[in-house]
């Protein structure tokens, strides 16, 4: 078998921009804050990747002002954990430094909450959480809150069961939109978790969200990576037309130990709780999708190729009919014509996930390999079988999600490209959307199986009562 020699061209991105000043900006952040849409291409917004700059080069936004946040959520999402990379707080202490002033920290779970901020304060960030109250709801805070607490950013991270909806207890962003109107919303994904018959609810948000003219951003961080940034920049710099999209997404199960994600009712499925992300990569490269035209298959707990041996959970408890696939298949055509194909695995075991997105147009080959521990990126180019390397070192795609948002509702002018907002609320929909068109797909597909079966072993026994 012949060998593939890759070369390798790694990009150190390194900034020479100057601290940034605030000034009138020709283009008002609300020309940036969202994605848009193109008729059937590819060509959403993207960023210069030598403007992605790792959190140690950087340097804190500048001004003497407070910048008041609250954060809505208490768990890993915005505190961090052993599980991965994630910790939105973090980030936003480097960004702004000493004007970082967390108003409120709003959870139901008050001691979790008064946890994690009794450690923030026992740390080096003191100035950010010494006046950080803890509240229950929203609503709780609204009613205390003092003129000099009013958020300059809302940044939302709770379970996404509990938003995405127009259901009281369930519509934490028309709560925001409501008390408090053009403060800019981070959100996390997916936007929610919820019956598909509230799909609709979703779209109805992003109406408002858009109509509020509030600059948005939801955490879809894998656009921001230098490695994707690159691929478009390939991509837009040879006016090459996306083919096909090749997704795959191998967790590793045995690492997986809550209950909730192995029940359907409560995470929704792996593919819209977690294979979210490279559902909304193929996306980014491919434009929207034709959502008929989505099929699927599913390899499922009770065949005989779905056993799993060190799953950590208790699967008897969830009802037969709510435990997860450990297969997902998929394949659609997009409106531009080209085709995408998605894998979700529940296979793997140990820790490490195994993931990869291929972009294919004429002549090239565009394929990101580890996205979310080691970024590399493989090309191939017309007139060379060789397939080109590059790394990215010291990349942080969460970082720069909150960098990129934090500038432009600051409206920071050094360049009007710099700063762009990669997913809007109702890009993220698209994105829901399209992961349960998968999930449903799947699910038809496996009853159609079990009823041909069913049928079939109808017809044998009654041909067996006939002899």
């Known amino acids: 078998m012949a060998s593939t020699r890759r070369l390798s061209s790694t990009l ?54 407070d910048f008041n946040v609250v954060f ?44 994690v901020l009794q450690k923030k304060c026992d740390s ?29 950013a809302i940044v939302v991270g709770s379970p996404p069961m509990f938003r995405g909806t127009l259901q009281p207890g369930r519509d934490i962003e028309m709560q925001i939109l409501k008390h408090f ?64 999209t090749i997704a795959r997404y191998a967790c590793a199960y045995e690492s997986i130990a809550k209950p909730d994600w192995w029940d359907k009712s409560k995470s929704a499925g792996p593919v819209i709780e977690q294979g979210t992300h490279f559902c909304d990569l193929s996306r980014y490269f491919g434009g929207e999708v034709d959502i008929a035209s989505v099929t699927a298959h599913s390899l499922d707990w009770d065949e005989n190729a779905g056993h799993l041996s060190k799953v950590r959970i208790d699967e008897s408890k969830i009802a037969p009919e709510n435990r997860i696939p450990r297969v997902t298949a998929a394949t659609w055509k997009y409106d531009s014509g080209a085709v995408g194909s998605f894998i979700h695995t529940a296979t793997l075991q140990g820790h490490n996930y195994s993931c990869e997105l291929e972009v294919h147009a004429d002549g090239y080959s565009l394929k990101l390999v580890n996205p979310y521990v080691q970024p590399m990126l493989y090309v191939r180019r017309p007139g060379d079988d060789h397939e080109q390397m590059y790394t990215f070192p010291d990349d942080d795609p ?12 600051e409206d920071i002018e050094e ?41 079939a072993a109808t017809v044998f026994e009654e041909e067996g009562e006939a002899e």
């Open 12 to 65: 150190e991105m390194t900034s020479t921009k100057q601290p940034a000043s605030r000034r009138g900006s020709e283009r008002r952040p609300a020309d940036r804050r969202g994605s848009g849409y193109s008729s059937g291409a590819s060509r959403r917004p993207s960023i210069d990747p030598s403007r992605l700059i790792p959190m140690d080069k950087t340097t804190h936004v500048g001004g003497a002002s």
């Open 72 to 115: 809505i959520g208490a768990g890993n999402i915005m505190f961090g954990s052993d599980e991965g990379p994630w910790n939105h707080s973090f980030r936003f202490e480097h960004k702004l430094g000493l004007r970082l002033k967390v108003v409120a920290l709003i959870d139901p779970a008050i001691e979790r909450a008064t946890a």
């Open 124 to 152: 080096f960030v003191i100035s950010a959480y010494q006046a950080t109250r803890v509240f229950k709801t929203l609503d709780d805070f609204v009613k205390n809150m003092s003129p000099k607490d009013r958020p300059r």
């Open 181 to 244: 109107p053009g403060v800019a919303i981070f959100m996390e994904k997916p936007i929610a978790t919820g019956p598909k018959h509230e799909l609709e609810e979703s779209f109805q948000i992003a109406k408002a969200i858009s109509d509020s003219k509030a600059i948005c951003s939801v955490g879809y961080m894998l656009r921001y990576l230098k490695a994707v940034q690159k691929m478009k920049q390939i991509i837009e710099e040879n006016e090459l037309t996306v083919m096909v």
């Open 398 to 409: 969460f970082f720069s999600e909150v960098s990129n948002w934090i500038d432009i509702i």
């Open 415 to 455: 360049d009007p490209e710099a700063a762009q907002i990669l997913s809007s609320y109702e890009d993220a929909c698209r994105t829901y959307e399209l992961t349960w068109a998968i999930r449903e797909a799947s699910e038809r597909s496996r009853a159609a199986r079990l009823a041909a079966s069913k049928a």
